[in-house]
């Protein structure tokens, strides 16, 4: 069932409206190697060194040991076509990230923006994440990762949380088929268990914010809970969050 708002204390919502908005550079982005093909490939090998009895590189294929058995990630380039744009994979090593060292594989491709694979070194699990255009950020103890698309009328958000045994689903947030939610801004980690948006959206033929409504986000003994000013804000705008 989606999740019903709680009231959000009228000093913490004129906080999170003053509060900067946090961008896709921002410290807890998780941010694409920096560099070209060839430049970050001649950089995984010192990125491997210390992981090498877990992380193996032979050719095009990167190889990584979990307790679960062996995960492998091969270069794919497809031949030349003068009728399309062929769109290869690249593969590198990008090291750890987050409190349970999830080992992050950076793929690239010819024609889109980066993305990364996450895998659980325990289960073997992985999570896929795209980095373009999105907001994407660790938590300060490094236990969850958001990633949410700012820009999008539907205010897509996800959360999940980087369990040892693998990646799990903790939050999920879209608006509805009108899309009157968003866009919105990402206002950061308020601590390592709660997290604040905006959401900003537009009357109809019109680009301004109509309004801003501060959303905080937290972790109680049910699973993550938002609280807005007024709780029938979610309802209004067709907005909903399920765990």
């Known amino acids: 069932d989606p999740l019903l708002p709680a009231p959000l204390a009228a000093d913490a919502a004129r906080a999170i409206l003053a509060a900067p908005e946090v961008g896709s ?5 998780l941010l694409s190697l920096d ?7 001649k950089q995984e090998a010192a990125r491997i060194a210390p992981e090498s009895a877990a992380v ?21 380039q497809p031949p030349p076509r003068a009728d399309a744009d062929q769109d290869g994979e690249l593969f590198v090593y990008a090291g750890r990230v987050g409190a349970a060292r999830y080992h992050r594989v950076e793929e690239r491709f010819q024609q889109d923006a980066p993305a990364a694979y996450l895998l659980a070194p325990a289960g073997g699990k ?13 938590s300060p103890d490094g236990k969850w990762l958001l990633s949410t698309s700012t820009g999008d009328t539907h205010l897509l958000l996800v959360l999940m949380a980087l369990d040892a045994d ?9 608006g509805g088929g009108a899309g009157k939610a ?3 801004a990402f206002k950061g980690w308020h601590d390592a268990t709660s997290f604040d948006l905006v959401l900003q959206p537009s009357a109809p033929g019109q ?34 969050c399920k765990h």
């Not at 032979?58 to 990584?64: A, E, H």
């Open 166 to 174: 693998g990646p799990h689903l903790a939050l999920l947030c879209r």
């Open 35 to 41: 560099g070209g093909d060839e430049m970050v490939r």
């Open 207 to 240: 680009q301004a914010p109509a309004e801003s409504i501060p959303v905080r986000f937290a972790l109680d003994a049910q699973g993550w809970r938002p609280a807005t000013p007024d709780p029938k804000t979610f309802e209004r705008l067709d907005y909903t």
């Open 25 to 29: 550079d921002a410290p807890g982005q």
């Open 126 to 138: 992985s999570l896929f994440v795209s980095n373009g255009g999105y907001v994407v950020q660790l």
């Open 56 to 76: 193996q590189r032979s050719g095009k294929t990167l190889t990584i040991k979990t307790q679960a058995g062996a995960v492998a990630f091969t270069d794919r």
């Open 182 to 184: 968003g866009p919105g």
